[in-house]
């Protein structure tokens, strides 16, 4: 029982780890998409996203440092619940963002660093991006100040559908290098990694339960055979004092005993549930015994009258 306690415990540092990691990877695909959804809004500025153009800088500063931040944590520990990085303990981890890059037989950053080559250059095109088509100033504290809620329902200066906007979504490069990473090979590479974690989280717990099972099933066949043991010692004993206790009445020269020392022992013997019955039988058996029984007094007779001869002779 100890045991079964001890040892699912021994992963709980593990699952303390894969669950904040998992939630942070999924999380990480969301703020990828939001950067580039943002990045997006701010280039075309067309008021449509309800949000005025400070306000869309601002907004994707605080996404830009949300995905830096969360990739640290993940990588290194440290930071949004999560203790140990993933660089020191899944070499799937280590294989997708410093090896061959993403899972997808189309994916382009195989030998060039991996995905964290590609992580760096969406990065480095969003940074562009901000400084090219962002409001000045920092921003990243105004929108860290208010809810979404109540950015979204802020003034916005105008809605108009600018086409010179428009065509900066084709003719930048950097604004393209964003864009294609909505679901390039990036997201693709963070994908895989959430599923990759989840089905370690997943192969975690099913091995602890599997272990548990399998120590309550040893601690079942234990109790068991224990509790078979003390029951046949037990019964063992039990007919060694029978034994002992037959041995002993039979010994017993019941010649020399009163009747009622009998029936006494006869009590004794008898089981609780039998007890009326052997009383109802013990008395027929008595009655019987002395109805068929001479009197005392006709017994004692013939040796008067032999005492009464031999006084006379």
């Known amino acids: 029982s100890l045991l079964q306690t001890l040892l699912p415990a021994t992963y ?3 699952l303390v780890t894969l669950a904040p990691t998992v939630n942070q990877a999924d999380r990480r695909e969301q703020l990828l998409r939001s950067c580039v959804h943002l990045s997006r809004e701010l280039v075309l500025d067309d008021g449509l996203s309800r949000m005025a153009h400070p306000d869309l ?3 994707l500063h605080h996404h830009l440092n949300e995905l ?29 963002m410093y090896g061959h890059g993403c899972g997808d037989a189309e994916c382009e950053v195989a ?3 991996g995905l964290y080559h590609s992580y760096l250059s969406f990065i480095e095109a969003l940074e562009t991006v901000l400084l090219r088509h962002g409001a000045p100033g920092p921003h990243t504290d105004k929108f860290e100040a208010n809810p979404p809620d109540d950015i979204a329902s802020t003034q916005f200066d105008t809605v108009e559908h600018r086409m010179e906007r428009v065509r900066l979504l084709t003719s930048d490069s950097q604004v393209q290098a964003v864009l ?3 679901d390039g090979e990036l997201f693709a590479g963070f994908h895989e990694l959430v599923e990759a974690f989840a089905s370690e989280m997943e192969a975690l717990i ?3 339960i599997a272990d548990s099972q399998s120590l309550f099933t040893v601690y079942l066949l234990v109790t068991f055979c224990f509790g078979y043991y003390l029951v046949r010692a037990a019964l063992r004993d039990a007919q060694a004092e029978i034994e002992q206790a037959r041995t002993f009445v039979l010994r017993i020269p019941f010649k020399a005993l009163l009747p009622q020392d009998i029936q006494a022992i006869d009590d004794m013997l008898v089981p609780a549930e039998d007890e009326h019955e052997h009383d109802e039988l013990g008395r ?16 004692v007779r013939p040796s008067q009258h032999v005492d009464a001869d031999e006084n006379t002779v």
């Open 68 to 96: 830096r931040g969360v990739t640290d944590a993940i990588r290194f520990g440290g930071g949004f619940g999560i203790d140990i990085g993933a660089d020191a303990w899944s070499d799937l981890h280590n294989d997708v």
């Open 180 to 182: 294609e990473h909505f």
């Open 57 to 59: 800088t601002s907004a």
């Open 111 to 113: 030998g060039q660093g």
């Open 206 to 208: 099913e091995k602890a």
């Open 12 to 14: 709980i540092r593990d």
């Open 284 to 299: 027929v058996d008595s009655a019987s015994t002395l109805e068929e029984s001479p009197p005392l007094s006709s017994a």
